[in-house]
């Protein structure tokens, strides 16, 4: 089998202009002068629904990518055979959710007591992240049952799909599909301010900004060789945020302490402490190691002494959403509550506040 990860669309975030909230479909001409090379023989496998462009329940309306649809006529006009991949019953799942969802946002419109408003908004965030880990991560599984059934000789996914499925391609071995060969998506050009300034002035309501932004990202389609590819960053961040939500945790290792920067909502700043170094000393215990939160990773150094804790943490490894720079927590043990309660500084201006619980003593 041969994969292909491909980058369906771009979206677009500007200091500049916050009115584009379309994302940008990417055009493909280097992969269709490659597919040029393939036999008519070959069965194709595409990250489609139907196949009709989009797919309708009474509540929601699913777009089919529309690389996938070129795809489909360009194999269609040669007659390949070909897979649909999706399958609709993962769609019946999101919209079992989106119902949810709804049902709370028109509930939470109605409330007037703050603590009972407070209470169904984080269900409603809670409910959001299932959406999106199954909107990103939940719908890999049909779409691999079906490459596992159909054994398709070339695949198309989405990029972050098919990161995934290469790193995982042992196990698929074993289910009698084996990867000869898998390209991906490698940006060269990206949509620039003058770009952007140009579609703005350029737009009307016949001929939207994204029209004319089409042909303002260039990919280039290369030939994978390593032998582990970088994953999407939204997918490990969803994975994540998911775990934190279904099982209040962030790894599967054993942290020191578990704790919160978001008291809001506790799932979002779940962090894991994992202490790796200790220097016991008379008036206070130095402590060192690292911080994993759904954010990334961190190194941290600091000390307890009495009944307080202090440590200094700096991302290493980390989405874009993470602070820079050192964040200084700074906290107190309340026995009533058995946590650790205080504040942490970003930037020396901003304080939030956190709490961390003791779960794994350390000697």
Excluded at 42 to 66: A, H, T, W, Y
Aim: aromatic share 12%; proline share 4%.
């Amino acid at each position: 089998m041969k994969l292909f990860g491909l980058l369906e669309s771009v979206s677009v975030k500007s200091i500049f202009i916050t009115i584009l909230d379309k994302p940008i479909p990417v055009q493909h001409p280097e992969l269709f002068r490659h597919l040029d090379h393939y036999s008519k023989d070959l069965s194709v496998g595409l990250e489609l629904i139907n196949g009709d462009g989009e797919f309708n329940f009474p509540q929601l309306k699913f777009i089919e990518p529309q690389i996938h649809m070129n795809l489909l006529d360009y194999f269609r006009s040669q007659g390949n055979q070909i897979y649909f991949l999706e399958q609709k019953e993962y769609f019946k799942q999101m919209v079992s959710l989106t119902e949810q969802l709804t049902e709370l946002e028109r509930k939470v419109r109605r409330l007037r007591n703050p603590q009972r408003r407070d209470a169904v908004e984080l269900q409603i965030d809670r409910l959001r992240i299932e959406f999106g880990y199954m909107n990103i991560v939940g719908r890999e599984q049909p779409i691999f049952d079906s490459i596992i059934k159909y054994k398709p000789d070339l695949v198309f996914l989405g990029d972050a799909h098919a990161a995934r499925l290469y790193n995982n391609r042992d196990e698929f071995r074993e289910e009698g599909v084996d990867i000869e060969g898998y390209w991906h998506d490698s940006i060269v050009k990206s949509i620039t301010i003058d770009d952007l300034m140009f579609a703005a002035s350029a737009s009307s309501e016949h001929m939207p900004m994204e029209a004319y932004l089409e042909d303002s990202v260039k990919v280039e389609l290369v030939k994978v060789e390593e032998p582990i590819v970088p994953e999407c960053a939204l997918s490990i961040e969803a994975e994540k945020l998911y775990k934190a939500v279904k099982e209040g945790r962030v790894t599967d290792y054993a942290p020191n302490f578990i704790g919160t920067w978001n008291t809001r909502l506790p799932h979002r700043g779940l962090f894991e402490v994992f202490v790796n170094k200790i220097e016991p000393a008379k008036e206070a215990t130095k402590i060192k190691g690292t911080i994993e939160d759904c954010l990334g990773l961190a190194v941290f150094s600091g000390q307890l002494q009495d009944n307080t804790i202090r440590f200094v943490k700096k991302y290493t490894h980390a989405t874009d959403e993470a602070a820079k720079g050192e964040i200084i927590y700074d906290g107190k043990y309340n026995e009533k509550s058995g946590e650790y309660e205080g504040i942490y500084t970003i930037n020396s201006s901003e304080n939030y506040p956190f709490t961390m619980r003791l779960v794994n003593p350390f000697k």
